[in-house]
C-alpha cells in the first residue's frame, strides 16, 4: 500500500476524521490488525486562516506547498489535501512536488456521477460556494453546480469558523443547516455536497431529504483505492 501525507490541520478536528476514516477503511479493505501508512503534516490554521480573510491566497499556498515537500521527504506517495476550501491552491502544492495529488473535489464529482445525479447542491465555507476553484472543478465534470443565497451562504460560513472549527455542533446550528439544504432542494438540488470536511459533524444523512455526498469519508475511499491500486 502506498504511503499516503496529508495536510491538515484545517481544522483538526476534520483531520481527525480523515485519520479515522483511512485507517478504518484500509482495515476494512485488508482486514485484520492492518492500517494505513501516512504520514501527516498538521498546520496552524489561525495563520492560514487570516491569510484566507486577507485574501492572501498565495502565502497560504507557500505555506501548503511547504507542507507538500515535507511529505514527499518523508516518504509519502500519493497527497491529499484535507480541506476543500484550501484546494483553491491545488495547483501551488502540485507544483512543488512530483508526488501526485488526489484533488477532493475530483473525487466527490465521481461519486455524484456515480449516483446518477447531476443537478447539485453545495454547502461548504463562503469561498468554496462562491469562488470558482471548487464550483468550476465540479462543472468541469459535467455537474451543475447550485448555491444557496446570500443570506444562507454567510449562514453555513459563520457555523463553520465560529462552531464546527473549534468541536462545537449545536442543534440550533443542525436545524438551520436542515433549512438551507430544504431551500436548494426547492431549487432543483438532486442531493447535496458537504462541501466543507466540518460539516459532516454536523450534517446527517436523515438531515437531508436528498442524497448527501461528505467529502472527507469519499476523499477518504478514493485514497484508500488509489493507495492499494499497483
Known amino acids: 500500500m502506498k504511503t499516503l501525507g496529508l495536510i491538515g490541520g484545517m481544522s483538526w478536528e476534520s483531520t481527525a476524521e480523515y485519520y479515522r476514516l483511512l485507517n478504518e477503511l484500509t482495515r476494512d479493505r485488508l482486514g485484520g490488525l492492518h492500517s494505513a501508512p501516512l504520514v501527516l503534516y498538521s498546520v496552524d490554521f489561525a495563520a492560514i486562516e487570516r491569510l484566507q480573510a486577507d485574501g492572501r491566497w498565495t502565502e497560504a499556498g507557500e505555506v501548503l506547498a511547504g507542507a507538500a515537500r515535507s511529505l514527499e521527504a518523508a516518504g509519502a506517495e500519493l497527497l491529499l489535501i484535507c480541506t476543500n476550501t484550501m484546494h483553491k491552491v491545488a495547483d501551488q502544492v502540485t507544483a512543488a512536488t512530483p508526488v501526485p495529488l488526489l484533488h477532493l473535489a475530483d473525487a466527490t464529482a465521481d461519486a ?78 438532486q442531493g447535496i455536497i458537504l462541501g466543507c470536511t466540518e460539516i459532516e459533524l454536523l450534517v446527517r444523512p436523515e438531515d437531508s431529504p436528498v442524497p448527501t455526498f461528505p467529502t472527507t469519508r469519499l476523499h477518504a475511499e478514493a485514497a484508500v483505492t488509489a493507495a492499494l491500486t499497483p
Open 112 to 189: 455524484v456521477r456515480a449516483a446518477g445525479l447531476h443537478r447539485i447542491g453545495l454547502l461548504g465555507t463562503a469561498f468554496t460556494m462562491e469562488q470558482d476553484f471548487y464550483r468550476g472543478r465540479l462543472a468541469a465534470h459535467g455537474l451543475d453546480v447550485l448555491v444557496p443565497g446570500p443570506d444562507s451562504r454567510a449562514l453555513v460560513h459563520q457555523v463553520i469558523y465560529q462552531e464546527l472549527c473549534l468541536g462545537l455542533v449545536r442543534e440550533e446550528s443542525r436545524a438551520a443547516y436542515r433549512r438551507v439544504i430544504d431551500e436548494l432542494v426547492a431549487a432543483g438540488a
